[in-house]
């Protein structure tokens, strides 16, 4: 799809891209008070508890993958984006076979040199999942950055050298920038609303 917005054209691909946008990572968070902490069978389990959750205020869930842990599913009652700009460390991909990626609903190429095309994931199903307690290869660039946003747009310049992900420590203003969007992680944090088992 395009749109033209003045005399800027927006591009879209609505691709099936919900892995990518599924690959957000937050982590160093401080968590709200806790309503519940059960253990589950797997994660649809945990958002069904979120979904039940009495007076169906229920933010967010957390869900933990160690088959060791006994409270695996965590139920917040915290509003999602307060929670999320009270994390320590963002994780964002910039860019997956080729195409630009962001977090909002859509692109504007004008403001984003080298990019033919760009995958928007404020569109996808996946937008209210992300994760966390992750573990990444050693990045391939880093440096000190006022905000997050000089550092996505640092990582992003690297595209070309193949990079793909970026992580940026708000309180250490410091960026990172990968090559591999792929990491470990432990634990998937799903806003209420969302179902994980399509991401």
């Not at 933990?64 to 999320?84: A, G, M, Q, V």
């Not at 990079?163 to 940026?168: P, W």
Request: hydrophobic share 30%; aromatic share 12%.
């Amino acid at each position: 799809k395009i749109f033209i917005v003045g005399l800027s054209a927006i591009l879209v691909v609505n691709a099936d891209i919900t892995d990518v946008c599924s690959s957000y990572q937050y982590d160093s968070c401080a968590y709200p008070s806790l309503h519940l902490a059960s253990h589950v069978g797997n994660i649809n389990e945990c958002k069904t508890l979120c979904d039940d959750a009495e007076g169906g205020v229920c933010g967010f869930f957390t869900y933990d993958t160690d088959p060791f842990t006994d409270e695996n599913c965590k139920i917040y009652f915290s509003d999602w984006e307060t929670f999320l700009n009270g994390c320590n460390l963002h994780g964002s991909p910039v860019q997956h076979d080729g195409s630009c990626i962001v977090s909002d609903v859509q692109c504007d190429l004008d403001d984003m040199p080298g990019c033919d095309s760009c995958m928007a994931c404020g569109n996808s199903f996946c937008n209210g999942i992300v994760r966390s307690e992750c573990t990444a290869a050693q990045p391939e660039e880093t440096t000190d950055a006022p905000n997050e946003y000089f550092c996505e747009a640092f990582c992003r310049m690297l595209i070309y050298e193949g990079i793909a992900y970026y992580t940026y420590k708000v309180e250490e203003q410091t960026c990172a920038c990968y090559k591999e969007m792929e990491r470990d992680c432990r634990k998937m944090i799903v806003q209420q609303g969302y179902d994980p088992s399509i991401c």
